[in-house]
């Protein structure tokens, strides 16, 4: 995968019940480091600051997931499982 990527996206969050909540914006994709990704997002996402799970489905098909670190205003963090991205 190359990165940063910027395009739509359909974003999945998973919070701690398990409820699943789904949302399609363009947004800007990166990898800080090996496995963490940032994701910054066009507004606010309500339902990220309960998240523990994210997956994220770019426009191509490609996917990626993990948990959700940090989660600020107009973005936020996620760590891929190990052997992920």
Same mark, same amino acid.
């Given at each position: *995968? ?9 974003? *999945?969050? =998973? ?6 909540? =789904?949302?399609? $914006? ?6 800080? *480091? ?19 799970? =994210? ?22 963090? $996620? ?7």
């Amino acid at each position: *995968m190359n990165f940063p990527y910027v395009g739509p996206v359909e974003v *999945m969050l =998973i919070d701690a019940s398990g409820a699943k909540h =789904i949302e399609r $914006f363009a947004a800007t994709l990166n990898q800080t *480091m090996p496995g963490l990704f940032e994701l910054s997002t066009p507004h606010r996402l309500p339902a990220a600051r309960g998240s523990h799970t =994210i997956c994220v489905t770019l426009d191509d098909g490609q996917t990626l997931g993990g948990d959700v670190g940090y989660v600020g205003d107009y973005g936020l963090t $996620f760590s891929c499982p190990r052997g992920g991205a």
